[in-house]
């Protein structure tokens, strides 16, 4: 998850996409992005050593800002093997209807410890929408 930068407009977003679904395909990385309350939530999956790689890269990228991971894992086989990014502006009533209520406190995960993250319902409504597209 990362705060945007400066708010992104919906060419800039279409800008972002553009570029990194060309980089994912060139490193063999897909998975989704989601733009949630302003902030990203992003699901990548590909070789570990190219996602250290592609993680790297974001937490530079200036359109970042407070990087934060919110869960990892191994999996054996891609949830995403067709989209080198699959992006999705998730509206708050979505929200609502996956989890029960609209306000998710997202600035409230960058200070909270990882176990205590690992089980914010923002990554109920990632894991929906993974699901959903897959």
Not at 4 to 15: C, T
Not at 30 to 41: A, D, N, P, R, V
Request: overall charge negative; proline content about 3%.
């Amino acid at each position: 998850m990362s705060n945007q930068a400066n708010v992104l407009n919906e060419k800039d977003v279409e800008d972002l996409l553009y570029q990194v679904r060309e980089k994912n395909r060139k490193l063999a990385i897909t998975g989704l992005l989601l733009l949630i309350q302003g902030k990203f939530i992003q699901y990548i999956e590909g070789p570990p050593e190219e996602i250290d790689k592609v993680y790297i890269k974001i937490k530079k990228d200036p359109r970042h800002s407070d990087l934060l991971l919110l869960d990892k894992g191994v999996l054996e086989d891609r949830l995403f093997s067709d989209w080198s990014m699959a992006y999705r502006k998730i509206k708050d009533s979505e929200i609502e209807n996956i989890i029960g209520f609209k306000d998710l406190e997202l600035d409230k995960l960058f200070f909270q410890d990882e176990e205590t993250r690992s089980k914010h319902p923002v990554l109920k409504v990632l894991y929906n929408f993974i699901r959903n597209l897959t």
